[in-house]
């Protein structure tokens, strides 16, 4: 019905985004925060810090549309997260998720459990020299079945 009237009810404000919430403001960041997520999969599984998003959408000088001024990267770590939640409102699998002090978008639709945010935890604090499968079963206390299964999810993604 919108095709033969010319109207794009994507780029709409009052379309199908205005009904997320989300305004010219985080519909083009929430796009730019879908392509560094989806592009960078291969190498982190779908699982990159909100921090890193910044710093990548920053390194590649990206350029917003909404910008009333000259610095048009006029954002912080803030919206990156809002308009993240913003997303997951689509069920493609994008959220966020706390793991320590640091904040997680996730953008693969795979149910982390208790267990893999534990590894992630352990991750996180050994990220100088990694972590391997004795360590992990000697900081947790699990069984070599339990934390194989855990981390294999992890490393499959």
């Given at each position: ?14 379309g199908f ?20 997520c989806i ?119």
């Amino acid at each position: 019905m919108c095709a033969p009237l010319g109207v794009d009810p994507l780029s709409s404000e009052k379309g199908f985004w205005g009904m997320l919430g989300i305004g010219e403001f985080y519909y083009e960041l929430a796009v730019k925060v879908a392509e560094v997520c989806i592009a960078s999969r291969s190498r982190n599984g779908g699982i990159i810090s909100a921090s890193e998003v910044k710093s990548i959408l920053e390194k590649r000088g990206t350029k917003f549309k909404f910008a009333a001024s000259s610095n048009s990267s006029n954002y912080t770590k803030d919206d990156i997260i809002a308009c993240t939640k913003k997303l997951s409102v689509l069920g493609s699998g994008f959220r966020t998720i706390q793991v320590g002090k640091t904040t997680m978008i996730v953008s693969v639709p795979t149910e982390l459990d208790h267990d893999h945010m534990e590894i992630m935890s352990l991750a996180q604090q050994h990220a100088d020299r990694g972590v391997t499968l004795p360590q992990i079963m000697d900081d947790t206390g699990w069984n070599k079945d339990r934390a194989k299964r855990a981390i294999e999810l992890l490393l499959t993604q």
